[in-house]
C-alpha cells in the first residue's frame, strides 16, 4: 500500500496588498500555519509522499522568514524519510530557489522546474513489502509556459504504480475565474496514460476531474472568490485500487452571505441586527472561530435604504459594526442588485428628462450608435460573444435605470 498526500497553490507569499496592515498579517500568518498543519499531517498519517503540483510560492520575493520556514517544513518530512515531490508552477522563482540548496541533495527531495519530462522510480518497503513507485513529472521552466508538455509523458508500462504531477490546465475543470491556460492539456489524453494517480495543481478549486485524476485546490482562500474549506487529497493506492479522500488545512475561512433585503427593512439599524443574525448562523455553520472568518456580503432587492446603501461611508460603518459585534477578522459588503421603490412606470409615461433617460436605459440595443460604444468599452471583455456582452450590459444597464430614478426624483426615505 502507497499513501501520498497531494497539495498545490499554497502560495506561502502571497502579499495582500489591498487588506488592512492587521488583516494582511493574519492571512501571511494563515497561509504558512496551513502548510504546517499539511506537513503535521502528512506525518501523523504516514504518507510515503507529499506531492506538491506547483505555486508553492507566489513571487521571487521569499522573505527571509518564509525561507527558514519552508525549510524547517521540508527538513521535517525528509527526517521521517518522507518523499517531497514538488513541481514548479508559473507562479514560482524558477531557479532562484537558492536556499533549498542543501535540501535538494537529499534522495527525499525530488524537484522538478524545467520542462524536461522526468521519470523517477523509488522503492518503497513497508512489512517487508517492497513497491516500486514511479513520478512522472515536469516543473515550468519560464512563467509563460504555454506547451501542453503532458502529451509527451510516458504511458504506464507495467504493474508498478505510477503517478504523473503537473501545474497544468484541464479546460474542463471548474475554475473561481478566468484563468489563463498554464501547459493546457484535455482531460481524456491524461486519462489515456493510465496512471494510478494524476496530481495536478492551477485551478485553485479541490476537484476530481475523473476517478483517478484530481485537482487539491490551494490550502488556504487568497480571496472572497475562494470560499470554504481548503486543503489537499490523501491518496491511497494499494492492489491496483485507488482511493482519494479530501482533506482540510486552511485556518482562515472566507465566506460569502447573499442577503435579498426585504421592503420592510426601513433603517440601517434594523439591518444590521438582521445581517448579524445571518452571519452569525453562518460561521457556526463553517465549524471555525469567528476570529478566523472573512466575511463578504452582497445585497440585493429593492429597498427604501437604496439611497443609504449607495453611500460607501455607510456601506463601511455598517461592516465594521458587524465585524465588531462577531469578532470577525473582517467584513466587506458589496451591493448586488440593488433598487428603489419608486414606481419606475409612472414616471416612464411622462415626457420629461427622466421619462428619456428611462427609455434610453431601457432601449439602448435599438440605438446602434449607443450599442456599439457602450460593448466596446475597456471592462467589456472582447473574447465574449455578442450575446454575453449583452447581458453583462443589461446587468448594468438595471443598475443604472435605478440611480437615475434615485437622483432624479426626490423622495424622502430617511435612515431612521
Known amino acids: 500500500m502507497i499513501k501520498l498526500l497531494h497539495i498545490s497553490d499554497c502560495h506561502l507569499n502571497t502579499g495582500f496588498s489591498n487588506k488592512s496592515a492587521e488583516v494582511r498579517k493574519r492571512l501571511k500568518e494563515g497561509l504558512m500555519a496551513s502548510f504546517v498543519h499539511a506537513i503535521d499531517y502528512a506525518i501523523q498519517a504516514q504518507v510515503d509522499g507529499v506531492l506538491i503540483a506547483g505555486d508553492l510560492f507566489d513571487n521571487d520575493k521569499i522573505g527571509y522568514q518564509i525561507e527558514k520556514e519552508s525549510r524547517r517544513e521540508f527538513k521535517r518530512l525528509i527526517n521521517e524519510q518522507i518523499h517531497v515531490f514538488y513541481v514548479s508552477g508559473n507562479h514560482d522563482p524558477m531557479h532562484t530557489t537558492t536556499f533549498l540548496k542543501d535540501i535538494i541533495k537529499s534522495p527525499f527531495f525530488h524537484l522538478y522546474d524545467s520542462d524536461e519530462i522526468i521519470e523517477e522510480c523509488v522503492t518503497l518497503i513497508k512489512h517487508d513489502e517492497e513497491t516500486r513507485l514511479h513520478i512522472v513529472g515536469c516543473g515550468h521552466k519560464t512563467k509563460h509556459e504555454k506547451r501542453n508538455l503532458i502529451a509527451r509523458f510516458p504511458s504506464k508500462s507495467n504493474d508498478d504504480v505510477y503517478i504523473g504531477l503537473a501545474h497544468a490546465s484541464v479546460p474542463s475543470a471548474q475554475s473561481v475565474s478566468e484563468k489563463e491556460d ?235
Open 182 to 416: 498554464y501547459m493546457a492539456v484535455a482531460l481524456n489524453q491524461i486519462q489515456a496514460l493510465q496512471y494510478d494517480y494524476f496530481a495536478l495543481g492551477h485551478i485553485h478549486i479541490r476537484q476530481l476531474l475523473a476517478p483517478k485524476v484530481a485537482y487539491s485546490g490551494n490550502i488556504q482562500g487568497l480571496n472572497y472568490k475562494e470560499t470554504g474549506d481548503k486543503g489537499g487529497y490523501l491518496v491511497t493506492i494499494a492492489h491496483g485500487v485507488t482511493e482519494i479522500e479530501p482533506v482540510a488545512f486552511n485556518q482562515i475561512e472566507w465566506l460569502k452571505l447573499s442577503f435579498d433585503i426585504p421592503e420592510s427593512i426601513t433603517s440601517l439599524h434594523e439591518l444590521e441586527a438582521v445581517l448579524i443574525n445571518r452571519v452569525q448562523a453562518q460561521v457556526i455553520h463553517s465549524n471555525r472561530a469567528a476570529r478566523d472568518c472573512i466575511v463578504r456580503i452582497t445585497i440585493s432587492g429593492r429597498t427604501p435604504l437604496y439611497a443609504a446603501l449607495n453611500q460607501g461611508e455607510n456601506l463601511e460603518e455598517l461592516a465594521e459594526s458587524i465585524g465588531q459585534e462577531i469578532g470577525l477578522l473582517e467584513v466587506n459588503i458589496k451591493l448586488g442588485h440593488l433598487g428603489s421603490l419608486i414606481d419606475r412606470e409612472a414616471y416612464i409615461e411622462e415626457k420629461t428628462i427622466l421619462s428619456e433617460s428611462l427609455k434610453v436605459a431601457e432601449n439602448w440595443q435599438e440605438i446602434p450608435l449607443l450599442k456599439d460604444k457602450l460593448l466596446s468599452l475597456p471592462f467589456i471583455n472582447s473574447k465574449w460573444t455578442e450575446a454575453e456582452k449583452i447581458e453583462v450590459m443589461n446587468e448594468i444597464m438595471a443598475t443604472i435605470d435605478d440611480d437615475i430614478l434615485s437622483r432624479l426624483v426626490k423622495v424622502n426615505h430617511e435612515d431612521k
